[in-house]
Each structure stands twice: as C-alpha cells, then as structure tokens.
C-alpha cells in the first residue's frame, strides 16, 4: 500500500459546526484568541480559560463528523492513511481514521499544569480551578497554546518524509510551525489542497489545488487518488 498522509485544519470541522476564531477577527467565542489561548492567558486568568474549554467540550459534543471525515476513513481500504491535524476536536476519529495525529492537542485531555507526564480522557467533563492531578498541580486542558512548543511536531515531520501521496484540506497554512510540514514532503510526492480561498494560499506550483469546501472537494480529489492506486 501507498503512504497516503493528509494534514487537515478548521476549515474541515468548521463544516460540522464547531467555530474557529480565524473567521471572526482574532476573537474566539467572542473572547481575544490571546485571552485563551495562550500561556500568557493561561497564567493571567485560568479559571477563565478553563471554563472556556468546559464550554468547548460542551459544543464539540453537539457535533458530528461530516462527510468528508467520514471518507478519509475509507481510504485506509486502499492505502496506509495517516492523519495530521491541527483540530483539537475527535470528529476524526469519531468518523472512523484509526491513525491521526493531534498536532495541538485533545480537547477531551486534561494534563498537569506542570511539566509531567500526567495525560488523561475525560471525554466532555468540566475542569474547576483547585482540581489537581496526583502530582498535586493544577489541571489544564491538554492543548498547545500559543507561546508553547508543539510537541507532536517531530512525529509529524517523520510522518510527512514517508509520504508517497500527500493532502491538505481545510487550512491556509498560515499557522507556524504545522504550516512548514509542508517542507517534509518528498519533491517528488503528488500533493493535492482542498480550501474555498486556495488561491490566496501561498503554495508551489506543482500542487493540484481543489477550491472547494472539505465536503465537496473529497468528490474530485477521489477521482484524482483512484487514479493513483
């Protein structure tokens, strides 16, 4: 089987319903993106912050996956699919992909708020401020804010070396560092993006470019993926 590795971004989820701050002018639910997604926000207000994820595990509960989630599960039929994504959300896994990577993290994670290995599900419960983790820190969301390393970073580069055929769906590439994955890629490897404003992206001119959404895209980048089986 091929490697097939696809990186997706908001713009797939966005099409379930869950809202990303990059449409609504750096404000996030009505909140300065920096205010809850940062460190800085982090230390100046967290029990703003940790109740603004409770609201988001709220909302991630109320949507589904979609029909392009739903597809690139079954390309695993016909190739070794990895996903990359920059969502926070489960719709992928929940739409049935078995390898997906989670570059900035889970929404449904808690971890410590110090360095440790602590790491645990709690699906959509809330976190208060004073709930501790057996180390005895404070509880954050397990979520890489702005002003963080991105720890999955390494494992994706990899990922994306082994490529044979490569896709993006759903993000402008303008979030650094999961935008330069792109420079992981093998020069010879077909690579295909899916995005509504794909002529505003800064990309080579070898790339096949779908300006679709993700659910409507996944039509025509079928017909280019059977062609290589």
């Not at 404000?27 to 409770?54: Q, T």
């Not at 990359?84 to 739409?95: A, F, S």
């Not at 970073?153 to 994306?160: E, G, N, R, T, V």
Request: with cysteine.
């Amino acid at each position: 089987m091929k490697n097939l590795v696809i990186l997706t971004g908001a713009g797939i989820s966005a099409e379930s319903g869950i809202k990303t701050f990059r449409d609504h002018d750096g404000l996030w639910e009505n909140h300065d993106v920096m205010e809850v997604a940062s460190i800085e926000g982090w230390h100046k207000n967290p029990a703003l912050v940790l109740e603004f994820y409770n609201q988001r595990r709220k909302q991630a509960a109320t949507v589904f996956p979609n029909t392009a989630h739903e597809y690139l599960a079954t390309l695993e039929k016909d190739f070794n699919t990895h996903i990359i994504t920059q969502n926070v959300d489960d719709l992928h896994e929940r739409g049935g992909s078995k390898q997906v990577t989670h570059l900035h993290g889970k929404l449904s994670e808690i971890k410590s708020s110090f360095h440790s290995d602590y790491c645990k599900d709690i699906g959509g419960d809330e976190i208060q401020l004073g709930d501790t983790c057996p180390d005895g820190h404070q509880l954050r969301p397990n979520i890489v804010w702005f002003g963080e390393e991105v720890p999955m970073l390494d494992k994706a580069a990899k990922i994306c070396e082994t490529a044979d055929i490569f896709v993006i769906i759903g993000t402008s590439l303008q979030v650094y560092p999961a935008a330069g994955l792109i420079y992981h890629i093998p020069s010879q490897c077909p690579v295909f993006i899916i995005d509504p404003k794909v002529d505003e992206i800064n990309i080579p001119n070898h790339y096949t470019c779908i300006k679709s959404s993700a659910v409507d895209g996944i039509k025509i980048l079928d017909h280019h993926l059977k062609k290589l089986l």
